[in-house]
């Protein structure tokens, strides 16, 4: 099914005017139909790379068809050739294939400050070449921590540069349950756990002073992103709320996962959030949004960042639930 998804989000933004026309008909009463041309769509490549620096590389690609031609055309790929590039010189990989007829191609990890070039080819489809670079570190920051649930990272900032960040918060601490009889039970430590995006950040809301951060998931986590244009004095706030395991919290620390984004990552998961975050879904609305890509002659995106872990803090406050 990725192919569907695939060719979908491609030709989205081409059908803007439709989906405005589609609501109308909705909000009237009346029905539309439309037929979809697909006399010059032809299969593509898709290539999805999200590159972590010191981290294993893992890089997808899919043959993409038309939806109409869904369960017509071999999604295979036929005599498929690749190179990847590491600051000029060809890297060693390995590749498995994947679904029908998808490839997984796998290399080792690369640093910060690498740039990478990404080719592929098959017959009967156009040659796609892509590239990105591995951002450095995370700045020099601190975080600090406002009150339970809000903490405040400080950072610094090349203003001649634009530059694209993101977080997301761990905790870990003790937890136990009581018995039917109200005694606790020997506490369980808890390694990793989740948070939620505090209050109803995706809601329509009429306050301008309404907490509304642009936030995706990202590998199971609400990742927490934005440009450095976003914020001018170079501290970015952020609140979340705890999701407990357990009736009694007896000890707890949290801390920032920083990310340091290259324009190709951030372009990409604001593309997600786009798509993602449309408050009228809830009233049986759609709304146009864009889908990036830095694939010539193909779709998807090929993309790096790096990860910087802050410090922990003791967070001691209502421990109680």
């Not at 009237?28 to 593509?44: Q, V």
């Not at 994947?98 to 191609?105: F, K, S, T, V």
């Not at 761990?170 to 369980?188: F, I, M, T, V």
């Not at 620390?253 to 990409?268: A, D, F, G, I, K």
Request: proline share 5%.
């Amino acid at each position: 099914m990725r192919q569907i998804s695939n060719i979908f989000e491609v030709f989205r933004p081409k059908w803007g005017n439709i989906l405005i026309v589609l609501i109308s008909s909705i909000l009237t009463g009346c029905a539309y139909s439309f037929d979809l041309k697909d006399s010059d769509m032809k299969p593509m490549l898709a290539v999805r790379a999200k590159i972590c620096a010191d981290s294993a590389v893992v890089i997808k690609v899919d043959k993409t068809v038309p939806l109409t031609q869904i369960g017509k055309v071999d999604t295979a790929m036929v005599s498929p050739q690749y190179s990847l590039k590491c600051n000029g010189v060809e890297v060693e990989t390995t590749y498995e294939m994947d679904g029908e007829g998808g490839m997984i191609i796998k290399a080792d990890s690369f640093k910060s400050g690498d740039k990478l070039d990404f080719t592929f080819s098959a017959e009967g489809m156009e040659t796609v070449t892509t590239s990105t670079q591995i951002p450095s570190a995370f700045p020099k920051y601190t975080v600090t921590q406002a009150n339970s649930g809000s903490l405040k990272i400080t950072y610094e900032d090349n203003p001649d540069e634009d530059n694209y960040y993101a977080a997301y918060v761990q905790w870990r601490g003790k937890a136990a349950n009581y018995d039917y009889e109200g005694n606790l039970l020997p506490s369980q430590d808890i390694i990793d756990g989740p948070v939620y995006v505090a209050g109803n950040y995706d809601s329509l809301n009429l306050d301008p002073g309404a907490y509304s951060p642009v936030v995706v998931k990202h590998e199971g986590r609400s990742l927490y992103f934005w440009s450095d244009r976003d914020e001018e004095d170079n501290v970015y706030d952020l609140k979340f709320e705890y999701a407990y395991q357990g009736d009694h919290i007896l000890d707890r620390e949290v801390r920032c996962v920083l990310l340091n984004l290259s324009p190709q990552m951030y372009r990409t998961l604001f593309a997600q959030y786009d798509v993602e975050s449309n408050p009228f879904s809830e009233l049986g609305l759609s709304s146009p949004s864009f889908t990036y890509s830095n694939i010539r002659n193909g779709f998807g995106h090929f993309c790096g960042y790096s990860i910087t872990p802050s410090q922990w803090i003791a967070d001691p406050i209502n421990l109680e639930l």
